[in-house]
């Protein structure tokens, strides 16, 4: 069965830093694209980061671009988010997504985020 | 940037009932797109990608369709557990990064 588990989540202070983990287990991680999304207190899901097998290709959204970073351990199964100079409105739900590659109509391919973990809770507070 | 506008925000309708869902882009997708299911507590589910294909064990009253700007989630009869906030998304091709809409909550009328 596939998972994807996250963890790291906590109350840090503004302008702090946490490190979220997500554990994946079930699947071939070096085959998929990695990415994280949030879900901050009665908001909508926002996309943050992406990130290739190799970890050569990476993305952010603009609200994390220079404070968060992500990174893969292909040994460990293992994404990372590291996440610097926390605001109070990053506190969110904080979920990693693995990507696949689906088939779509006429045989294209499709990338999407089709296995989700539970997520992990940050709060940013003084 | 590509905007998802969902309407409406909130949907009241009965267990057993037609549930229609819009999402409207801000400009013609050529990456097509795909609808999560959100609960509280749990991981968004994907339910559809490129419109109008069902994901894996997703049940056959859930539908998509649509093409251009305009796109539809289409419940056909409502059970209990559908209740829920749905999201399209798209994905862009290069950078890969994915657009929400802000999310439709279905309630229970």
């Not at chain 1, 085959?31 to 909508?44: F, L």
């Not at chain 1, 990476?58 to 220079?66: M, R």
């Not at chain 1, 893969?72 to 610097?84: A, E, V």
């Not at chain 2, 093409?67 to 950078?95: K, M």
Request: charge should be positive; aromatic fraction near 12%.
């Amino acid at each position: 069965e596939v998972s994807l588990v996250e963890s790291g989540g906590g109350l840090a202070q503004p302008g702090g830093s946490l490190r979220l983990s997500c554990t994946v287990s079930g699947l071939i991680f070096n085959d998929h694209n990695m990415n994280w999304v949030r879900q901050a207190p009665g908001k909508g899901l926002e996309w943050l980061s992406y990130i290739t097998p190799s970890g050569s290709t990476i993305f952010y959204a603009d609200s994390v671009k220079g404070r968060f970073t992500i990174s893969r351990d292909s040994l460990k199964n293992t994404l990372y988010l590291q996440m610097n100079r926390l605001r109070a409105e990053d506190t969110a739900i904080y979920y990693c997504a693995s990507e696949s590659r689906l088939v779509g109509r006429n045989s294209h391919p499709f990338f999407c985020m089709d296995v989700w973990g539970k997520g992990t809770p940050v709060t940013v507070s003084s | 940037e590509i905007v998802l506008t969902q309407s409406p925000a909130t949907l009241s309708v009965s267990p057993g009932e037609r549930a229609t869902l819009s999402c409207r882009a801000s400009e013609t997708l050529i990456n097509y797109l795909a609808w999560y299911q959100k609960k509280p507590g749990q991981a968004p589910r994907l339910l559809i990608y490129d419109v109008s294909i069902r994901a894996t064990g997703i049940p056959a009253r859930f539908s998509g369709s649509g093409s251009g700007t305009d796109f539809t989630l289409t419940i056909s009869s409502l059970e209990p557990e559908d209740f829920a906030v749905y999201y399209c998304v798209q994905r862009g091709n290069w950078p890969p990064g994915y657009f929400f809409g802000q999310g439709t909550k279905l309630e229970i009328k």
